[in-house]
Structure formats: C-alpha cells, structure tokens
C-alpha cells in the first residue's frame, strides 16, 4: 500500500516560513491535498490538487509537488496557524483509496 | 452551505457492533458529485480513512477494515452510514463524516469501546 511520510513536528517562529513536507513514492504524479487540525476541531482543508487553496485560506498558505515529496508552505506564521498538518492522496493503484500522511505537528515559538 | 452532523451512540461494547449516521443538509446526497466518506482518529493520533460511498451505493473499503466495515446510504433521509463490527478497544476514537474531497467536514463524534 502507499505510503506518506511526514515529519512529527516542525517549529517556527513568528514571521518565519514554515515548511512541512509529505514524502511518498513519485508523489508528484499525485494530486495532494493539505488539512490544517486545531485540538478538538475536525480538519479543514487549507491546499487541494498540489497548489490551489479553498475560500477563505489565507495566501500565506501556499502548496508544492515534485518527484518524491510534496510540501506546504506557510508564510509569515502566526500564532493561530499552530496545528496538527496532514497530508493526503488519492491511490487508485490500490484499494486502499484514501492516504493520509502521519501528520505534522507546527508549533510557533 | 453542505453541513454534515454525525449522530450515534458514544459507547459500545466489546465485540459489538458500532454504528454511526451521517446527515447531510443543505446539499443532496444524490448530486452524484461527490463521495461521501467516514474517516477516524484514535485519542492522540492521525487520521484513518475508513471508507466511502457514492450516492448509487457503490462503495470502497479501506483493505485493513474492510471484512468489519459496511457503509450504506438512504438517499431519502439524505444519509449514509456506518457499521463497524466486531469492536475492540482498538477502535475507540473520533470519528468523522466528509465529503470526498473532504473540504467539508462533520464536528466528528468521539466513541469509546468498553465494556
């Protein structure tokens, strides 16, 4: 089955750039999708298809893929930015339909 | 706007089987646009697709649930739902309704197994 491979954490300070990569087998033939997860609250889908961002996300947000890793990028962070990240795609190589990454856990200093 | 609103019981047995209903408003489940999924997160870790289903009820399973796994759908109701057989602890968790390509999403609802 396919698999994503996140790192577990990840820490930035404020008004830095944060970087969060998704490592999978030729995932650049992929499309991959980004979810942002504050505690308690369900996920929300911040970049879709690689690069392109759902009303209502911030530019800031920002979504790359090539070769064997894909990554989102978060510009000029801020506080409230810090959460779980997950990444996902669409294996139709398998049955296993859906892929979630690990997830990523940004922490702003 | 599409909402989704989990309901069921929050505690199961051991050995039972969990069930969960998903209710869509706002939106028709019919549209045939989209699929509609069940996703979990055990306390403290990542996410877990479990399944989904198109209006027309044709399903995909993830492989490591799949003989415990049956999603169905009432398109009169707007609905679709879960059943998890078999129970352990091991599936206590959150557990989420979505819409493929999951940008909207239930508040999920948390269900424990124990007896």
């Known amino acids: 089955s396919y698999v994503l491979t996140q790192p577990p954490s990840v820490s930035v300070a404020p008004g830095q750039t944060a970087r969060i990569t998704c490592g999978g087998n030729?995932?650049?033939?992929?499309?991959v999708h980004w979810y942002q997860q504050k505690p308690g609250q369900a996920p929300v889908l911040v970049v879709y298809?690689?690069?392109d961002r759902p009303s209502g996300i911030p530019e800031r947000f920002s979504g790359s893929n090539s070769g064997n890793t894909a990554t989102l990028t978060i510009s000029r962070v801020e506080a409230g930015d810090e959460a779980d990240y997950y990444c996902?795609?669409?294996?139709?190589?398998?049955?296993?339909?859906?892929?979630f990454g690990g997830g990523t856990k940004l922490t702003v200093l | 706007q599409v909402q989704l609103q989990e309901s069921g019981p929050g505690l199961v047995k051991p050995s039972q089987t969990l069930s969960l209903t998903c209710t869509v408003s706002?939106?028709?489940?019919?549209?045939?646009?989209?699929?509609w999924s069940w996703i979990r997160q055990p306390p403290g870790k990542g996410l877990e697709w479990i399944g989904y289903?198109?209006?027309?009820?044709?399903?995909y399973y993830n492989p490591s649930l799949k003989s415990r796994v049956t999603i169905s759908v009432d398109t009169s109701k707007n609905q679709f739902s879960l059943k998890l057989s078999s129970v352990t602890a091991a599936d206590t968790a959150v557990y989420y309704c979505?819409?493929?390509?999951?940008?909207?999403w239930g508040q999920g609802t948390m269900v424990t197994v124990s007896s």
């Open positions: 979505a819409r493929e390509p999951f940008d909207i």
């Open positions: 706002g939106g028709s489940i019919s549209s045939g646009d989209y699929y």
């Open positions: 289903i198109y209006y027309s009820g044709s399903t």
């Open positions: 030729n995932i650049g033939s992929k499309s």
């Open positions: 298809d690689d690069s």
């Open positions: 996902q795609v669409w294996d139709s190589s398998s049955d296993h339909r859906v892929v």
